[in-house]
């Protein structure tokens, strides 16, 4: 023990709590090693809903919220992303540390620490615990995972864990919510008596790594800490999802199946809300005078929104298949699987994470790879991901796919023709991200090799509290895009639509749609679209998509619905009248490639700091986008 | 873990093979000797248990052969072979004579 020294004062020394005075106490800050679950307790304690999953490196920012929860409103509690030590090396680690040691401009300092370890490998968890008590805050050392200690077993003593720490100990469990009790009772105690009841405590003082592992192992050999057994269920999946054949199939196999369910179940959901909407838009507009008010609302709002609201079901079932995944553990198991193909285009298998993410969506997955330490491949990283299917053109996809592909089912109804034409999609969105890794790779940046560490987490059952609460958030949040994005772009289109308004003999006509703005804009970029298999409509609708994917959709419902032609078909009749096969694939391989995105342009503008890597991937993905189309409506025009 | 770890190291006292960990099989069991590595790969590694002295089993390989999966402390940590090359492993004396 010669190396250790106290570092805090003794109890007798510390000066008393003045009496009566208002709570000194105003930011506490949660803190602790990467996947231990500091956003799902953030999340019990304010109510707000940060995304949580079952993998390191999710959270990467710092997000603040009212300790609402636990009746104090008065406290701020601030998330960080996870840290091994207060020595750091990748980006979400610094403001981590930042944020901790108040150097953040705008972040208070905290006045408490509410430190988030994993009970199930404390030996670890707790070479965090010296360098955090270091600081000098007062400290709740919060043991999370309590369920999983029950369950295989593991033995520790919260008493004498406090004893040998000198800050108290709790045991809990964030994702059920139990055991929370504690932290109103730290809170008060920490206001009234702000480093009164603190201890000496024995710290490594060097904090070398190798000094806090054996300051650990002791502290944890001495309060008699058995940590539990390897969970067999994981070992026993793993032998299963890691297989030598069986992994990567199965891995194939769930991809799948999210497109075939996507189908067979969403197509059948999305026609009826389909239904109910049109039949509720009608008798809505029953109600109102015929004019060009019900014109407005009808023909250009309802069902402009209309068309792209029918695909909530299909998004909401792609998001319950991402859910599962995260929350499950798996996710971390398919980048292990697919670190080897990863490493061929020169990308580190950590890069598979925030790529994968891109699924749902490239915003959040630009900001993940934060946790990637070598910047050159961050860099790879974020102009490479927003080739990745995101779930904004789950729309267009389903939409063009269900117009134009017949519903054919191969090998006894198991496998559907539409599915594999989205899968095909998908896969185009894949294979542009590796080619362009490639190139990348090869000319702009020479990366080197930086080292693959992945944790592997245990597997877990997604619990349906947070499963229904992912599927809550995301309904909302495209309920509310469709309210305000669409719903102001459709309003112009159809503005443009009907103007210029003649007024002959006393009345306002307005325009028919070859007459209008929009008509005269159209058929102004329609030479540059032809080539493609593009009429006007679509050329307007891909202007407008530039905002966002989904825009498109909205925009063909709003023209589609003006022209008195199509007036009376719905979106998928009218398409499949106003295009051809080529056409309809070249649109939707344009989607795959193309970067029809500002949120998206915006986030990559934000995390690399300069205008020249959005400029760069918007022209390079914009002339990607338009070649392939041409030459697929080029292809299927000399084929069929 | 701990007290499995000191059995282990008492029956490496009999007879010693040091390896990469990148050469051992599937299934060995071992305590890490040294890692030669740059000091900040090497300190990323220790917080995630990777120190002179820890108990570490060669768990399973991805199905492309690498990575590889550990167990390392109770966690599962997979590493590529280019990494695990420069960490040594003492074997465990029963799996040392296989």
Known sequence: ?640 | MPRLATRKRQADMSEVQVTPLSSARVGNTGIVERIDLPEEVGNYLAHLGFLPGTHVEVLRRAPAGDPTVYRIDGVEVGLRNETARHIFLKLSATEARI
Not at chain 1, 5 to 16: D, G, S
Not at chain 1, 137 to 158: C, I, W
Not at chain 1, 524 to 533: A, D, H, M, Q, S
């Open chain 1, 1 to 640: 023990m010669s190396c250790h020294t106290p570092v805090l004062e003794p109890l007798e020394q510390a000066p008393p709590a003045p009496a009566g005075t208002k709570s000194r106490l105003r930011t506490v800050a949660l803190i602790g090693p990467p996947n231990a679950g500091k956003s799902t307790l953030f999340n019990r304690l304010t109510g707000m809903r940060q995304k949580v999953a079952n993998y390191p490196g999710v959270t990467v920012e710092h997000h603040s919220g009212r300790m609402k929860s636990i009746g104090r409103n008065d406290l701020t509690l601030i998330d960080l992303p996870g840290i091994y030590s207060l020595a750091t090396y990748s980006e979400d680690a610094r403001v981590a540390v930042d944020v901790l040691t108040g150097k953040m401009p705008g972040v208070p300092r905290p006045d408490c620490v509410l430190l988030v370890l994993d009970a199930t490998h404390l030996n670890r968890q707790l070479m965090l615990a010296a360098p955090v008590f270091s600081i000098g805050l007062p400290t709740l050392v919060l043991l999370n995972m309590a369920d999983q200690m029950e369950a295989r077993g593991g033995v520790l003593d919260t008493l004498a864990l406090a004893r040998e720490l000198g800050h108290p100990v709790a045991l809990i469990s964030a994702a059920q919510g139990k055991g929370l009790e504690v932290i109103p009772d730290f809170l008060l105690q920490a206001d009234t008596t702000l480093a009164h009841n603190l201890r000496p405590v024995q710290l490594p003082v060097l904090q070398s790594p190798a000094s806090c592992r054996t300051w650990a192992t002791q502290v944890s050999s001495r309060t008699n800490y058995q940590s539990p057994a390897a969970s067999l269920w994981t070992r026993r999946l793993d032998s299963l999802l890691l297989h030598r054949i069986a992994g990567p199939l199965f891995f194939l196999a769930v991809v799948f199946a999210v497109f075939q369910v996507v189908f067979t179940l969403g197509q059948p959901l999305s026609d009826g809300l389909g239904t109910i909407l049109t039949s509720a838009g009608a008798k809505a507009a029953l109600m109102l005078p015929d004019n060009w008010l019900r014109l407005l609302l009808r023909d250009g709002l309802w069902n402009g929104v209309q068309s792209v609201l029918v695909f909530l079901p299909q998004i909401l079932l792609l998001f319950l298949f991402i859910g599962v995944l995260e929350d499950s553990g798996y996710l971390a198991r398919a980048a292990l699987i697919a670190d080897r193909v990863m490493r061929s285009i020169g990308l580190n298998g950590k890069a598979f994470i925030p790529l994968l993410s891109a699924y749902a969506c490239a915003v959040p997955a630009i900001m993940a790879t934060r946790t990637i330490e070598n910047k050159r491949e961050r860099i790879a990283t974020i102009l490479i991901a927003p080739f990745m299917t995101c779930s904004a053109r789950l729309p267009i996809y389903t939409l063009i796919i269900a117009a134009f592909i017949p519903n054919r089912m191969f090998v006894g109804g198991v496998v559907g023709l539409r599915a594999l034409v989205m899968l095909g999609l998908y896969a185009l969105g894949f294979l542009a991200a590796l080619i362009t890794a490639k190139l990348l790779n090869s000319s702009v940046m020479k990366a080197n090799a930086a080292p693959f560490i992945l944790e592997l987490p245990q597997y877990r059952w997604p619990t349906l509290r947070s499963l229904a609460l992912r599927l809550y958030d995301r309904g909302k949040l495209f309920l509310k895009k469709a309210g305000t994005v669409i719903l102001g772009v459709t309003f112009l289109v159809w503005v443009m639509s009907v103007l210029p308004v003649h007024f002959a003999t006393g009345t306002a006509h307005v325009s028919d749609l070859t007459a209008s703005i929009i008509g005269h804009l159209g058929r102004f970029i329609e030479p540059v679209l032809r080539p493609l298999g593009f009429n006007w409509k679509i050329g307007i609708g891909l202007l407008s998509s530039i905002v966002a994917r989904e825009v498109i959709v909205g925009t063909l419902g709003t023209l589609y619905g003006v022209d008195p032609t199509t007036h009376s078909l719905g979106l998928q009749a009218a398409l499949r009248h106003d295009m051809t096969l080529g056409g309809a694939i070249a649109l939707v391989v344009f989607f795959a490639f193309a970067m029809q995105c500002t949120s998206t342009l915006a986030v990559v503008k934000r995390e690399t700091n300069s205008w020249k890597f959005p400029a760069m991937q918007f022209t390079y993905m914009t002339v990607v986008a338009y070649t392939a189309a041409l030459i697929t409506n080029q292809l299927i025009l000399h084929l069929f």
